[in-house]
C-alpha cells in the first residue's frame, strides 16, 4: 500500500534510531550493571566493556556476607510490606465512605486528600524528624512504615476511590436486603470488589516503600534498622574498592521492584494512566 | 430509618478516621509546623525565639542558596520543556503501534519502578573518570576522557541529561491520552487525504493540549523539589554546582539549624506552587479531555 520512497525509508530509520536511544538509555545502565557484577575488579579497571572471562557468584557471596545484606533485605521486606498493608487498610476504609456514602463535607474531604500529592514531601523533612522522635519512633521500623503509608494516602484515595465509584449500587442494596449492615457491605461487598484498585494501589507504596532513601536516611541511624537501600549507599565507603561487590549488591536491591513490575506492570501502567483517561 | 441513619453516620466517622490521623500527622500538621518554625530562630534541641523573617533575609542572601534556587530553575526547565516534549514525540510514534511498541512502553518505564540509589550509584559507575562507560565509549570516537561530575562546569548537565532521557512516566500518561481520542476524527482527516504526519499537528497535538499543560506543570514541579538523584549522585557539590533547594534544606537539618531548614521548606513549597499557578494561568486549563493526574 505504502511506497517505499527513499524519504520514507529514512524517516523510518530515524524513528528507530530516536526510540532506540530511549532503550539504550533506560536498559544499557541496567544491562551494564547486571554484566559488571558477574566480572572481577581486576576485569573492571583494565576494560569497562566486557563479558567476564569466568563468571561467578564470587560477588555475590562477598556482597551477602560482609555488608549484612540479609538483615538489611528483611528490614526493607518488613518496612515495605507493613507499609502496604497499612495505606490499603486504611485508605480502602475511608474510600468506602468516600465513594459509597453521602455526607456533608465529602467532596472538600476528598480534594483536601489527593490534593496532598502537589505537596513536595521533602520539604517535612524537619517535622517528620521532629514528629518522629518526639514519639519515641526514632531508629524504628514501624516509623517507616507509618510514614510510607501516610505518604501514600493521596494517591491510594484516588485510584480506589475513583474504581469504587464504578462498583454498581445494586449490588449493595441486594446485600442490605440479604441483612448486611455497614461493615460487612465494606467487608463482603466493596472490598472484594475492588481488589484490582487496591492491587494497583499497593503496588505504587510497595515500589515507594522499597526504594525510598530519603525518609530512612533522616528517621533511621543504627545498622539494625538499617533499609536495603541505606545499605547500597554505605557499600562504597565501607569497602572503597570492591565496586564489583558493589554491583552484585545493587542488583540484589534491584530484583524485589523488578520482580513486582514483571508481574504487575499492566496495573501499573493502568493506575498511571487512571488520571490521565476519562472514565 | 432514621435510626440506621444516624448508625451510618457513626461508621462513617470510624471508617475515616485512621486516614484522618495519619493525614494530619504527616501532611496537615508538617505544613503547619514548617509554616511557624520558618519564623523562629531554632538551634538543635535548644530553645527558640520569634525571628520574623529573618531565616527568609538570611537564606536569599546567601549566594549558595540562590544557586540552589537557579539550579532547580533549570532542572524544572529541563524536565518540563525537553522531557515533556520528547516523552510526546515518543507516545506519537508509540501510537501508531508499531512493532513491539507495548514492549518498549514496558521498558521505557522500567527505570521508574529501580530505587533512585541504585540508578544513581550506576551512573555515577557510569561518569566514572576511570572505568565509566560513558568515557570509555566517548574515546571510542575520539573524544577525551572527563571527569564529569567532577567538574563544576560539566556535573549538573551530566545529571540532568540521564533524568530528562528517562521519559518514561509522561509518555505513558501521553500515550494513554492520544489513544482516547476519537477515532472518528482520523478517519475523516484520512478520507481529506491528509497523512500521519499533518494528522498529528491538527489532530492529536491540539486534542492533547491539556494534558500537555498537566505534564509539563507536574514536570516543572518535579524539578522545582528536585533532590535525590543530586544528592546521591554529586551531594549538591562540586563547588555548589548541583545543589539544589532540597540538598539546602538537608544541609541545614543536618547542622540542627532547623529554622532556616523550614525556611527553605517553606520557599520549596511556595515556589512549586508559583510555578504550577504560573502555568496554569499562561497555559491555560481549558481541557478537551484530560482531568487531574494522580
Known amino acids: 500500500m505504502k511506497q517505499a520512497t527513499p524519504v520514507r525509508a529514512l524517516l ?8 532506540g536511544l530511549f532503550l539504550a538509555v533506560a536498559l544499557l545502565p541496567l544491562l551494564w550493571l547486571l554484566v559488571n557484577s558477574f566480572r572481577t575488579n581486576l576485569e573492571l579497571q583494565v576494560a569497562p566493556f566486557g563479558f567476564p572471562a569466568q563468571p561467578s557468584l564470587e560477588n555475590y557471596r562477598n556482597a551477602i556476607s560482609m555488608a549484612n545484606l540479609p538483615l538489611l533485605f528483611m528490614n526493607s521486606v518488613i518496612t515495605a510490606v507493613g507499609a502496604v498493608v497499612v495505606n490499603i487498610a486504611v485508605c480502602s476504609m475511608a474510600a468506602f465512605a468516600l465513594a459509597r456514602e453521602t455526607f456533608r463535607g465529602r467532596t472538600l474531604f476528598h480534594t483536601l486528600l489527593t490534593a496532598g500529592i502537589l505537596v513536595p514531601i521533602i520539604s517535612f523533612m524537619v517535622p517528620y524528624f521532629t514528629l518522629i522522635s518526639a514519639t519515641g519512633l526514632y531508629d524504628k521500623l ?12 493521596p494517591v491510594s484515595i484516588f485510584l480506589i476511590v475513583s474504581f469504587m465509584g464504578t462498583i454498581p449500587k445494586e449490588l449493595e442494596e441486594a446485600a442490605i436486603i440479604d441483612g448486611c449492615g455497614f461493615i460487612q457491605r465494606f467487608t463482603r461487598v466493596v472490598f472484594p470488589l475492588s481488589r484490582s484498585s487496591l492491587v ?7 515500589i515507594y516503600a522499597w ?32 565496586y564489583a561487590g558493589m554491583f552484585a549488591a545493587i542488583v540484589l536491591s534491584i530484583i524485589p ?13 493502568s493506575g498511571l494512566t487512571a488520571g490521565a483517561v476519562k472514565g | 430509618m432514621k435510626q440506621r ?24 500538621y508538617p505544613l503547619v509546623f514548617t509554616a511557624w518554625t520558618s519564623l523562629l530562630k531554632w538551634k538543635g534541641m535548644g530553645s527558640t525565639s520569634f525571628f520574623g523573617l529573618g531565616n527568609y533575609t538570611k537564606l536569599l542572601g546567601d549566594p549558595t542558596f540562590r544557586l540552589a534556587i537557579k539550579n532547580n530553575v533549570v532542572w524544572a526547565l529541563g524536565l518540563g520543556f525537553i522531557q515533556v516534549p520528547l516523552a510526546a514525540l515518543v507516545a506519537l510514534i508509540l501510537a501508531r503501534n508499531p512493532f513491539g511498541w507495548r514492549f518498549l512502553r514496558t521498558i521505557y518505564y522500567l527505570p521508574n519502578v529501580i530505587s533512585g540509589v541504585a540508578l544513581a550509584m550506576v551512573w555515577v559507575a557510569m561518569y566514572n573518570p576511570q572505568y565509566g562507560a560513558i568515557n570509555a565509549f566517548l574515546k571510542m570516537f575520539g573524544f577525551e576522557a572527563r571527569n564529569w561530575l567532577g567538574d563544576p562546569t560539566t556535573a549538573l548537565p551530566a545529571i540532568l541529561a540521564q533524568a530528562v532521557l528517562y521519559i518514561g512516566y509522561f509518555m505513558i500518561i501521553l500515550l494513554a491520552s492520544i489513544m482516547n481520542i476519537s477515532k472518528e476524527l482520523y ?3 484520512e478520507l481529506e487525504g491528509a497523512g500521519p504526519i499533518l494528522q498529528d499537528l491538527y489532530i492529536t497535538i491540539p486534542m492533547l493540549r491539556g494534558i500537555l499543560v498537566t505534564s509539563i506543570t507536574l514536570a516543572m514541579a518535579y524539578g522545582m523539589r528536585h533532590f535525590e538523584t543530586s544528592f546521591l549522585m554529586t551531594g549538591g557539590g562540586p563547588a555548589y554546582s548541583t545543589t539544589t533547594m532540597g540538598i539546602a534544606l538537608y544541609l541545614k537539618m543536618d547542622a540542627l539549624r532547623f529554622g532556616e531548614a523550614s525556611a527553605a521548606g517553606m520557599l520549596l513549597i511556595v515556589m512549586g506552587t508559583i510555578v504550577i499557578m504560573l502555568l496554569r494561568r499562561f497555559l491555560g486549563r481549558e481541557d478537551p479531555q484530560s482531568e487531574r493526574i494522580s
Open chain 1, 142 to 153: 514501624v516509623a517507616l512504615t507509618l510514614v510510607y503509608s501516610a505518604v501514600n494516602i
Open chain 2, 187 to 189: 478517519e475523516a482527516a
Open chain 1, 211 to 242: 526504594n525510598d532513601f530519603v525518609m530512612a536516611m533522616i528517621l533511621t541511624s543504627s545498622v539494625s534498622s538499617r533499609t536495603i537501600q541505606l545499605g547500597i549507599r554505605f557499600f562504597t565507603s565501607q569497602f572503597i574498592t570492591d
Open chain 1, 200 to 206: 494497583t494501589a499497593g503496588t505504587f507504596c510497595f
Open chain 1, 257 to 269: 521492584s523488578v520482580l513486582v513490575y514483571i508481574f504487575l506492570h499492566d496495573k501499573i501502567i
Open chain 2, 5 to 28: 441513619k444516624r448508625d451510618n453516620r457513626l461508621y462513617i466517622l470510624m471508617f475515616l478516621a485512621p486516614v484522618t490521623i495519619l493525614f494530619c500527622a504527616f501532611f496537615l
Open chain 1, 12 to 19: 523510518s530509520i530515524a524513528t528507530w534510531l530516536f526510540l
